[in-house]
Structure formats: structure tokens, C-alpha cells
């Protein structure tokens, strides 16, 4: 931070013959910019800016107040004060002024206005003439962490710095003095007798870290000297502000970039860890519990049974509620169904999640090296895609996914859309859902005159469940029917429809298959442990 002792020397320099002598007129604040108006002593009204914010702090001319700022209560006391004289704590970042104000009763008392600017805690308070603190911009109570700030209490300083010119130690300099004396441009000696001095012009050009910046000594061949110190500082400030909003925006957009990065290779890492056999290997287990099964007296549960082909052990996972080997039969089936479409869906989306992949990366370069606001908006992240299937982007009409068999399937996300969506965009052949006797989204599975595939049907009634009232429970009771046998509900608000021919499933929203879809993310870490 450039704004160290060696410039609240040069500041004081510069305002020191200003002030001495004149008045203070008025201060105004607007958020941590406080505007001090005073009269010089040769009548000429001058506005000095305040910055409290820690990284933005320093002190600079502005040409009037802005209007949003308004008067600073802690501050009425000093209205009107007499400026006796202007100082700074030894090689600290604190100025002083010497006031003489005139109290509640006419009676004129000295004062102390301090401007701390050192440190992440900023203020500007007034100590009266019994060294007590008047008020504060930042008040801290008795009882909080740090120094204590309140009305009516004794003001404690900040910790004082060791005077470099006493210790004769360049390790006591401010970091960028002892920069530059370590690389010996200048002696501790000469940086004395320019600090009692006190006279130093501004100079501007690239810091180490490669922003603008406004120091008193040239950092570099390149940097350039100017006149005028609050010109300088307000154009760092402006350069200084939005450098750290790009750099907010650029960690904001980086943060969500790692994200979906992070989704993206937990679903690859899933698709290549998942064994090549895991459909052909429960579709074996259930011929041979259907061969091996009726052999096995009432009740006997064995821990494997052999596969009837290769003659391999295969392990049985019972379940509590099994009966017999049909039951764990008919369970294995069940699984080799899931297994298979996972295989066929994972393979249909590899290509996607890898395409998916080297996007993010592209695009997390782009945004990494991008160099202003108007570039980096350029490379602004979308929102993942739910397993590539879901297009939720809200320039589009509808939630959209993309069923097991490949049938789209659209959602609803209001009454107003629920609407457009049944009466305006579905097909008269279009398969309609709505959960029973539940508030809910319209879905429709846009098949047409094509005979959907059971996968399908049964991901739009998961849906139609999961984005209802119900959507949480247990074998929720979903109507489906053709969208031509839907009609509008007379007089009813929008969304509220009539329908007939319904037939009805009873699903549970799974969450395997929420997340297939994309209307579930998985999360990015696991639960911590209760």
C-alpha cells in the first residue's frame, strides 16, 4: 500500500500552510468518504476528501461535495473551530489538528481532530481538552476487540512505530523505504533529511505487483513524476477501484468455473470407475436364482449361488423384506434395468461431459488472463448443465431435461408458464403429467404420435413428482394423459386445467435418477459427520 508515512509527510507538508490559521466549516460523509470543508487562513474555501476504506485510505482535494453526502453528526461540536496548527505522529500514518473550538456555553477549549489512517481500522474522531475522546466516526465500545473509541472515555493512541531516524535500523522504515534503501538507491540518512524536509513530489507509475501506483520516490526507469498530489491520488483511486473489481468479479467467476469443473470430473471419474459388467453381472445373478432357487428348502437364504453358464460363485444381497429367491430374483432384474440404461445414458453423454470439460477449461483460461471488466463479461460462466441433459438456462421458456431414451421432457416453472406451456407449445399427441391433488409444474413428454419408451414416461412422472408439493414423499400418485384431453378449467386462474383418459403411476423421486436428469446437483463435498 503506497499510502505510508513518508506521504502523510508530503500531505502534511502540502496542507499545513493551508489549514494553519483557518476553519473548519462543515463535514459530510458518505459511507467511508468524509468530506472536511474549511476556510483557509486566506479565505479561500477548500473541500478535503477523507478515504477510510483500508484499502482504498488517503487523503486528496475534491472539487465540491457529491450530494449523496450528508452532515457528520459526531462532528457538530467542531463546527466552526479554529485551526491552530497540523501535524503527524512521527513516521505514522495519524495527522492532527490542533483545534479551538467554542463550547455548549460560549466558551472557547481547545480540541484534537485525529485522522488515523494507519492500520485496517480507519477513523477520524475529536479528543476534548481533557483528553477524553468527544466521538468518533468509528465508535468502539468498552468490551470490544482493540482499542476502545466511546464518548466520555480516555483516547489511547495506536501503538506507536519505532522512529527509524532514532533507531538507525532500516528494518524500522515502511516496507516500500525499506525497498528501496535495501537496493541502494537511497541511504537511511538521505530518507531522514528528506522526512524532516517534508517536501516530496508525487510520483506515478506500475508497482511491483504491476498496478498503478502514486509513491514519493520513482520505483522504476518508467515512472514519472506530476505536480499536483490529489490528482494523483484520485486517478490511482479510480485505477485502484477497478483494478480490485476486476479482481472480484475474476474470483467470483473463477470460484464458479472450479465448481462445475469439480461436477464435471466427479461424473467422468464415475462413468470410468462403474465395472464394464455390472448390468451383465445382476442380469446372471437373477438366471441363477431363478435355476438354483427352487432346489433351496422354504426359507434358506445361502450367501451365493452358483452362475449356471461358467459355474462362478455369485454373491446373493438379501434384503430384509426378501421371502424367497424370487424375491431376490425379480431384484436383481430390477437393477440390470437400471444398470443397463445408466450404461447406454453414460455412454450417449461421454462425448457431451468431455466436450463439457474442455469448454470449462477454455473458458477458465480466458477468464484468468482477461485484463478489464468488459473482456471478462465476455467469458461470464454459465450455470452447469444437470449431467449435460438440462438446458435451465432462464433465456429459455420451461426447464428442459432429456429423458433415458432421448425424449424431451419440459417443465413449468409458473402458473404463467405452466399455462403457455400445456395450451401453447405441447403437440395435441404429447404426453401431459401433473401430480394428483397436488399443486405442481405442468410436464409434458413431447413425443408426439410416437410411442414413448416406459424409461421416459417414468422420468416425466419423476419430475411431475419432484417439482410439486409432494416432490419429497413416498409413491406419489401422478395422472398422465394426452394433451388433447386437457382442457382449461372454466374460470379458473392460470394453470388450472380439467383432464380425462388419465392413467396413474406411483413414484418415488429418486434421487440416482433426479440427478441423471439434472434436476438435482450433486454436492461438491460430502456431509460432515453429525
Not at 474555501?45 to 472539487?63: C, F, G, H, N, Q
Request: include cysteine; proline fraction near 8%.
Amino acid at each position: 500500500m503506497p499510502f505510508d508515512a513518508l506521504v502523510m509527510r508530503a500531505v502534511t507538508h502540502e496542507w499545513e500552510p493551508v489549514l494553519t490559521g483557518g476553519r473548519l466549516l462543515a463535514v459530510r460523509q458518505d459511507g467511508p468518504r468524509v468530506y472536511l470543508s474549511v476556510e483557509g487562513a486566506s479565505g479561500v474555501r477548500t473541500t478535503m476528501l477523507v478515504v477510510l476504506t483500508p484499502a482504498y485510505r488517503r487523503i486528496l482535494r475534491e472539487a465540491a461535495v457529491p450530494r449523496p453526502a450528508r452532515p457528520s453528526a459526531w462532528a457538530d461540536h467542531l463546527l466552526g473551530s479554529r485551526i491552530e496548527a497540523v501535524d503527524q505522529v512521527p513516521w505514522e500514518r495519524v495527522w492532527r489538528w490542533r483545534l479551538e473550538r467554542v463550547d455548549e456555553v460560549g466558551r472557547t477549549a481547545p480540541a484534537t481532530l485525529v485522522i488515523e489512517l494507519a492500520g485496517h481500522l480507519t477513523n477520524i474522531l475529536w479528543i476534548a481538552d481533557d483528553g477524553t475522546v468527544g466521538d468518533a466516526y468509528r465508535r468502539i465500545a468498552p468490551g470490544r476487540p482493540g482499542r476502545t473509541l466511546y464518548p466520555g472515555l480516555p483516547y489511547t493512541p495506536p501503538p506507536p512505530v519505532a522512529n527509524p531516524c532514532e533507531t538507525g535500523r532500516t528494518e524500522d522504515l515502511p516496507p516500500w523505504a525499506r525497498r528501496l534503501a535495501a537496493n541502494g538507491k537511497t541511504s537511511l540518512e538521505d530518507l531522514c533529511r528528506a522526512y524532516a524536509a517534508g517536501h516530496f513530489s508525487p510520483w506515478e507509475g506500475p508497482g511491483p505487483d504491476g498496478t498503478h501506483q502514486v509513491w514519493v520516490f520513482p520505483l522504476s526507469e518508467v515512472w514519472q513524476t506530476v505536480d499536483d498530489w490529489s490528482r494523483a491520488w484520485a486517478r490511482w483511486g479510480a485505477a485502484r477501484e477497478r483494478h480490485e473489481a476486476l479482481e472480484d468479479a475474476r474470483r467470483t467467476a473463477l470460484g464458479a468455473l472450479d465448481r462445475q469443473l469439480e461436477q464435471v470430473e466427479r461424473q467422468l471419474a464415475r462413468t470410468a470407475n462403474r465395472p464394464a459388467d455390472d448390468a451383465e453381472r445382476w442380469r446372471r445373478l437373477g438366471d441363477a436364482l431363478l435355476t438354483g432357487g427352487p432346489r433351496w428348502d422354504d426359507g434358506e437364504r445361502p450367501a451365493t449361488v452358483g452362475d449356471p453358464v461358467t459355474g462362478d460363485a455369485l454373491e446373493i444381497p438379501w434384503r430384509d423384506g426378501d421371502l424367497g429367491y424370487q424375491d431376490a430374483a425379480a431384484h436383481a432384474y430390477h437393477q440390470y434395468k437400471k444398470a443397463k440404461a445408466a450404461d447406454a445414458a453414460e455412454r450417449r453423454l461421454m462425448p457431451h461431459w468431455t466436450a463439457v470439460r474442455e469448454r470449462l477449461a477454455t473458458l477458465r483460461e480466458a477468464v484468468a488472463a482477461a485484463d478489464s471488466l468488459a473482456e471478462l463479461a465476455r467469458h461470464h460462466p454459465q450455470p452447469a448443465r444437470g449431467l449435460g441433459a438440462r438446458h435451465d438456462d432462464p433465456r429459455l421458456p420451461y426447464r428442459r431435461f432429456i429423458g433415458q431414451d432421448g425424449t424431451e421432457i419440459w417443465v413449468g416453472r409458473t402458473e404463467a408458464e405452466n399455462q403457455s406451456l400445456t395450451f401453447q407449445a405441447a403437440r395435441p399427441d404429447d404426453l401431459w403429467f401433473h401430480v394428483k391433488q397436488y399443486p405442481g409444474s405442468h410436464v409434458l413428454l413431447r413425443c408426439g404420435k410416437n410411442r414413448p419408451a416406459a424409461t421416459d414416461v417414468a422420468d416425466a412422472a419423476v419430475l411431475a413428482a419432484f417439482y410439486s408439493r409432494a416432490g419429497r414423499g413416498s409413491s406419489i400418485p401422478v395422472d398422465y394423459t394426452a394433451r388433447k384431453f386437457v382442457k382449461k378449467r372454466p374460470h379458473g386462474q392460470p394453470g388450472q386445467v380439467l383432464y380425462v383418459r388419465e392413467q396413474t403411476l406411483y413414484v418415488t423421486p429418486d434421487p440416482e435418477a433426479l440427478t441423471r436428469l439434472g434436476a438435482r446437483r450433486e454436492p461438491l463435498a460430502e456431509a460432515p459427520p453429525r
